[in-house]
Nanobody, 129 residues
């Protein structure tokens, strides 16, 4: 069974940086699309970014493009989210999600949380103004 454990996060002033990490265990990391979603108080969980296997394509939400960078460390079964130029509106609980893909498999909506079936426990990110 796939398990995801997140680390990082915390409190930072606007304009600062934070880094989140998510470690996958229980399966082969190289087969998985790894995504980050976030949920602010009173709001629905929203897509942040995804890194896909078999080519390493990455996609970002417009709201974080140019400020956030997602990366994979295959040997460590880890996906990282480097968050720079943080804004108060980035404040949320950040969740790591995983979905097993197949080479030449079908397409899916990677911006939808329902496309991912394993989740981390969440990490709080708070950006003060």
């Amino acid at each position: 069974q796939v398990q995801l454990v997140e680390s990082g996060g915390g409190l930072v002033q606007a304009g600062g940086s934070l880094r989140l990490s998510c470690v996958l265990s229980g399966s082969t990391f190289g087969d998985y699309a790894m995504a980050w979603f976030r949920q602010a108080p009173g709001k629905e969980r929203e897509f942040v970014c995804v890194t896909r296997p078999f080519g390493g394509d990455t996609y970002y939400a417009d709201s974080v493009k140019g400020r956030f960078t997602v990366s994979r460390e295959g040997a460590k079964y880890t996906v990282n989210l480097q968050m720079d130029s943080l804004k108060p509106e980035d404040t949320a609980v950040y969740y790591c999600g995983a979905r097993r893909e197949q080479l030449f498999g079908g397409s899916y909506d990677y911006t939808s949380q329902t496309s991912f079936n394993s989740w981390g426990q969440g990490a709080q990110v708070t950006v003060s103004s």
